[in-house]
Nanobody, 128 residues
């Protein structure tokens, strides 16, 4: 069983930055290196949407159009963590952010159905 724990959320003014981190633990935590990982978010009254992901095959990343150029996803295989650096934050980025693991695919996607394991989320609030 794999546990995912997000951290780093908080309140920030528009234009500011936050760095989210997702720690992976459990009996197969070492497989982080060969799992596609993703960041998702869900705002009140809205569906969960994919924000970014990183592929296990070559470490390539993909981003939602709404965050391209502002968010950067990275991973530290040795620490079993994936991070999301968020800059130039906007009020519309306000949401609960979740990390997730796809144990099957080499290349990541931004569809939530591809992911089996989820963290509990961390709140990001951007004030105008």
């Amino acid at each position: 069983q794999v546990q995912l724990v997000e951290s780093g959320g908080g309140l920030v003014q528009a234009g500011g930055s936050l760095r989210l981190s997702c720690a992976t633990s459990g009996s197969i935590a070492s497989l982080n290196a060969i799992n596609a990982m993703g960041w998702f978010r869900q705002a009140p009254g809205k569906e969960r949407e994919g924000v970014s992901c990183i592929s296990s095959y070559d470490g390539s990343t993909d981003y939602a159009d709404s965050v391209k150029g502002r968010f950067t996803m990275s991973r530290d295989i040795a620490k079993n963590t994936v991070d999301l650096q968020m800059t130039s934050l906007k009020p519309e980025d306000t949401a609960v952010y979740y990390c997730a693991r796809d144990p099957l695919r080499d290349f990541c996607g931004l569809a939530s159905w591809e992911y089996d394991d989820w963290g509990r989320g961390t709140q990001v609030t951007v004030s105008s």
